[in-house]
């Protein structure tokens, strides 16, 4: 989960210094130097597939929660929204960004992989 926790911590830290989705497309974003340190989560968002689960149409899914705020939002795998629980709203911003990310086909195969292996008994290909 952390290469994919990590990519979407990447896409907010450019939207949060003004960097747009269209630019993130176009090759162009804001680098920081700065020395090199461990990663750590900067906005608090973490990707969950959890053991067990159900397909929803047909189709699997996965969850992006922020604990510190009381979000646990669903997607399937091609980024688009299923819905939300908690009492926290998931920011639009974050919505574009896991779209976004959801786009490359590493990301999704990551997906897919976890998914098989915490529900053998729904295997995706």
């Not at 159900?54 to 604990?67: A, E, G, N, W, Y």
């Not at 920011?91 to 959801?102: D, G, H, I, N, T």
Request: hydrophobic content about 35%.
């Amino acid at each position: 989960m952390t290469e994919l926790d990590e990519f979407l911590d990447s896409i907010l830290f450019q939207l949060s210094k003004g960097n747009s989705i269209e630019s993130l497309r176009k090759g162009r974003e804001y680098v920081e130097l700065e020395q090199f340190k461990e990663w750590r989560n900067r906005f608090g968002y973490q990707f969950h597939v959890y053991s067990n689960d159900h397909l929803i149409d047909s189709k699997p899914h996965f969850h992006v929660r922020k604990t510190s705020k009381r979000i646990d939002c669903r997607f399937f795998f091609d980024g688009s929204f299923i819905d939300c629980k908690g009492k926290g709203k998931l920011e639009k911003r974050v919505a574009s960004a896991l779209k976004y990310m959801c786009s490359f086909d590493k990301n999704v195969e990551n997906l897919k992989i976890l998914w098989n292996s915490k529900n053998p008994e729904l295997l995706i290909s």
